[in-house]
């Protein structure tokens, strides 16, 4: 290949590169402003907040060095390159290529993105990267920190008493393995920001489309330098380049899981809200018939009778018993099964931009010395 070089089409390149710069701060700054949950609470929500934290510095990291560091370096490299040829002639612009060794911009190509033929201009942006970073919709109403039903099993309510009174005398029939506090089983585990969790599963997937949107229109540079400068300096260019464009590309994914994870936690939460809250309107008329049933018998039983023959004088209504002990059993499995998945998100936050074995949250190649 021998050297070419057009000065005027050339010129375009730094500012699409200062764009990408900005793109990144952008994104930066999006973290800072997104990332902000409430841990003060003691749910399981908590069980993530130490990785949170680590996903979000993280996160903040990469964004930061992209834009204070890496896309500052590409794009005073760029400038100083177009600054080089500006001030030298066809001969000059010769000799300086001949400094540097050619390599073949086809291995750069391998492993990342496709081509693709926008209409776009050369050094223009195929899409707007920042415009994929939209203003989070505000959960609060969908997730509140306590469930609206919290005052029925809250730490003074009858209900709560009740329930342990009555899966105490159900441990004594069989009903369940003992008696139940539903308020350390199954109310406190529920509270806490999760609206403030759903919120980060939409910032992760924007990142992921605002950091495809950057991998996009640097591979899009890429792939139309050649038309505007060619040559053993240009091929090292567009080797960079075309690596930079596979870096970025390779955070699409981390982000992408992430958000899935959080979503998942939020979605689980609300469901479980859901599925207790049903379980307890159904409950409420079986405690006050168990409550019954239980002060009946335990009457009966003080007169003498004992405690089968009261059971069996009571037993018209001792089946509340029964159902009052399976719905709070219930409840406590279903409250389980959310701490798995909050389990699961804490084991995805600690393995967080893994994308292989051996792959992690990418780190931005240096630029090379250009002309």
């Known amino acids: 290949m021998g050297f070419s070089v057009d000065k005027n089409g050339l010129a375009a390149w730094p500012s699409q590169v200062d764009r990408l710069r900005e793109d990144a701060v952008s994104a930066k700054k999006y973290v800072e402003d997104q990332t902000d949950i409430n841990w003060t609470g003691e749910g399981i929500a908590n069980i993530i907040a130490g990785g949170h934290h680590e996903v979000y510095a993280r996160t903040f990291d990469f964004f930061n060095v992209a834009g204070t560091g890496t896309f500052v370096d590409y794009a005073n490299a760029a ?9 030298t002639d066809q001969a000059g612009g010769e000799r300086i290529d001949s400094t540097y060794p050619g390599v073949g911009d086809a291995d750069a190509r391998a492993g990342g993105l496709d081509e693709v033929d926008y209409k776009v201009g050369r050094f223009a942006d195929v899409v707007d990267a920042q415009a994929m970073l939209t203003p989070i919709k505000d959960y609060d109403p969908e997730f509140p920190l306590e469930p609206d039903w919290t005052h029925l099993v809250s730490p003074a309510a009858w209900v709560r008493d009740g329930i342990y009174k009555v899966t105490e005398f159900g441990s004594w029939i069989g009903a369940c393995d003992r008696a139940y506090d539903p308020y350390e089983l199954i109310l406190k585990p529920l509270i806490g920001d999760w609206a403030g969790i759903r919120a980060c599963a939409d910032m992760f997937q924007n990142l992921a489309a605002s950091s495809y949107a950057m991998a996009m229109n640097v591979n899009w540079s890429a792939q139309r330098m050649p038309e505007v ?23 699409v994914r981390p ?5 899935k994870h959080y979503e998942s936690a939020a979605k689980s939460c609300n469901d479980t809200r ?22 009946a018998a335990s009457a009966i039983a003080a007169s003498g009778f004992g405690l089968p023959i009261a059971l069996i004088l009571a037993g018209v209504s001792v089946s509340e018993i029964y159902l009052v002990a399976r719905n709070v059993v219930r409840m406590v499995k279903v409250v389980a099964d959310l701490k798995t998945v909050v389990d699961t998100v804490e084991a995805a936050q600690g393995k967080f931009g893994v994308i292989s074995k051996d792959l992690e949250l990418p780190t931005l190649p240096t630029v090379p010395e250009l002309p």
């Open 229 to 251: 400068w060619q040559g053993k300096a240009s091929e090292h260019a567009i080797e960079y380049i075309y690596q930079l464009a596979n870096n970025v590309n390779l955070a």
């Open 255 to 259: 982000f992408g899981e992430m958000a």
């Open 274 to 295: 859901g599925v207790v809250s049903d379980l307890l309107d159904g409950l409420l008329d079986s405690l006050a018939a168990a409550l019954l049933a239980a002060g």
């Open 79 to 87: 400038k100083h390159t177009l600054a080089a040829y500006t001030n």
